[in-house]
């Protein structure tokens, strides 16, 4: 069965540190891992990876996918308020289908 | 303005009837997707529809029913037979890879 598990599942941290978020996966027929930053209501787009060893960045966050090792993941260095949200990996296997992880829940204290 | 909206904000359900949530786009994605989001939980897929009149069931799609009779619109209902309807539903759509989520709706059932 496929499944996708994120760990931690919540994490309280002060503004200025970093905080590394995991994905591990099993997933039959891999196409793309994708991450999302869900802050009330609608996920918004952060990430897509698809080749292992490339990480990719935007600002002070940046992710990394492991094929061999099957998981990835999510960093955020100099953390802001603003950054508190539920952070959530989804596996798209297939053509059209996504596995989303139950999510990490940052809150990140002024 | 391109997107995704969903109606209602917030719905309340008496136990036994049933509600029909609507999803519209207008960015011309072929496919579509339903999630149910539970507190502390990730998303899981109810129904996707890769294309008009095609729609296939996911993980947790008993007790509800969808149609895409246009490409704009992929309306879901959630009937009587779901035994435990309330929850915040999200709908998603796609170009191939990145989903693109709607605003959501929070059901409540009394």
């Known amino acids: 069965e496929d499944k996708v598990v994120q760990s931690p599942l919540s994490l309280v941290v002060h503004e200025g540190d970093t905080v590394t978020l995991n994905c591990s996966y099993e997933?039959?027929?891999?196409?793309?891992l994708l991450w999302y930053k869900q802050e009330k209501k609608a996920p918004t787009f952060l990430f897509m990876l698809?080749?292992?060893?490339i990480e990719k960045k935007s600002g002070r966050l940046s992710s990394i996918l492991d094929k061999k090792e099957l998981f990835s993941i999510l960093n955020i260095t100099a953390t802001q308020t603003g950054d508190s949200a539920v952070y959530l990996c989804?596996?798209?296997?297939?053509?059209?289908?996504?596995?989303f992880g139950t999510g990490t829940r940052l809150k990140v204290l002024a | 303005d391109g997107g995704i909206t969903q109606s209602p904000k917030y719905l309340f359900r008496k136990e036994g009837q049933n509600v029909t949530l609507s999803c519209e786009q207008n960015?011309?994605?072929?496919?579509m997707y339903w999630y149910r989001q539970d507190p502390g939980q990730g998303l899981r897929l109810i129904y996707y529809?890769?294309?008009?009149?095609?729609?296939q069931k996911g993980d947790i799609a008993e007790g509800y029913s969808v149609s895409r009779e246009k490409k704009e619109s992929f309306p879901l209902t959630v009937t009587s037979a779901q035994k435990n309807p309330t929850a915040f539903y999200l709908c998603?759509?796609?170009?191939?890879?990145?989903?693109?989520f709607g605003p959501g709706t929070r059901l409540t059932v009394l």
């Open positions: 997933v039959t027929n891999f196409r793309s």
């Open positions: 960015l011309n994605h072929d496919a």
């Open positions: 989804a596996l798209l296997s297939g053509t059209y289908k996504y596995i």
């Open positions: 998603a759509s796609s170009p191939g890879v990145e989903q693109f």
């Open positions: 529809s890769q294309i008009v009149n095609d729609f």
């Open positions: 698809t080749s292992s060893g």
